[in-house]
């Protein structure tokens, strides 16, 4: 059964940052991508980022472009989100999830996700 294990939130204050990890169990991931989502009270899931498992390419919303980079480590099968200059607005409750379409940003389209880990930035 595929697991994803997310860690590293926190609190923190604006301008601070953060580092979180999802460690992958139970499949190889080479033909897969990781996406990071995030969830505020009262709103829908909103896309972060995204990498493909195996040529590491990515993609970023246009709110964390620039702050925000996520890479992942084949040999430990775990993919990290580092937050940099974080805001208020970034306080949500962070999801690392896998597709097999290596292209979207579609949480439809993400079929397995972890429990989530809690940001929140105190201005």
């Keep these: 059964q595929v697991q994803l294990v997310e860690s590293g939130g926190g609190l923190v204050q604006t301008g601070e940052s953060l580092r979180l990890s999802c460690t992958a169990s139970g499949r190889t991931f080479d033909k897969y991508a990781m996406g990071w989502f995030r969830q505020s009270p009262g709103k829908e899931h909103e896309f972060v980022a995204r990498i493909s ?11 964390v472009k620039g702050r925000f980079a996520i890479s992942r480590d084949r040999s430990k099968n775990t993919g990290y989100l580092q937050m940099n200059s974080l805001k208020p607005e970034d306080t949500a409750v962070y999801y690392c999830a896998t597709t097999d379409e290596l292209l979207t ?4 389209h993400y079929d397995t996700w972890g429990q989530g880990t809690q940001v929140t930035v105190s201005s």
């Design 105 to 108: 940003a579609d949480r439809y």
């Design 53 to 63: 498992w195996s040529t590491a390419l990515t993609y970023y919303s246009d709110s």
